[in-house]
């Protein structure tokens, strides 16, 4: 069974950095697909960055460029997004996604078959 799990959320100033992480278990192949999505209230679901574990591309929306920044380290089975000089705007939950594909990267979030439970992000002015 797969499982993701996010941590690294909490409250910080305009202007301050997170660093948030996503535990992942439960892949038998090296093929697939890590995705990082946000949800502002009463928004919808939106993409921040991905990453293939099979290649280690990465695809990162021209909107989310600049201050958001995923890495992995796979042998600790983990992704990260660090997200620096953040905004009132940037609060939300962050979720880590998952699906089973390689050589491929996608912020459609219907195509991601596993989610961690969010982390809260809020960014005080």
């Known amino acids: 069974e797969v499982q993701l799990v996010e941590s690294g959320g909490g409250l910080v100033q305009a202007g301050g950095s997170l660093r948030l992480a996503c535990l992942i278990s439960?892949?038998?192949?090296?093929?697939?697909?890590v995705g990082w999505f946000r949800q502002r209230s009463g928004k919808e679901r939106e993409g921040v960055s991905c990453?293939?574990?099979?290649?280690?591309?990465?695809y990162t929306p021209d909107s989310m460029k600049g201050r958001f920044t995923i890495s992995s380290d796979f042998a600790k089975n983990t992704v990260y997004l660090e997200l620096n000089g953040l905004y009132p705007v940037d609060t939300a939950v962050y979720y880590c996604?998952?699906?089973?594909?390689?050589?491929?990267?996608?912020?459609?979030?219907?195509?991601?078959?596993?989610w961690g439970q969010g982390t809260q992000v809020t960014v005080s002015s």
């Open positions: 439960g892949f038998t192949s090296d093929d697939y697909l």
């Open positions: 990453i293939s574990h099979s290649d280690g591309s990465i």
């Open positions: 996604a998952a699906v089973s594909v390689g050589y491929y990267t996608s912020l459609d979030p219907d195509e991601y078959a596993y």
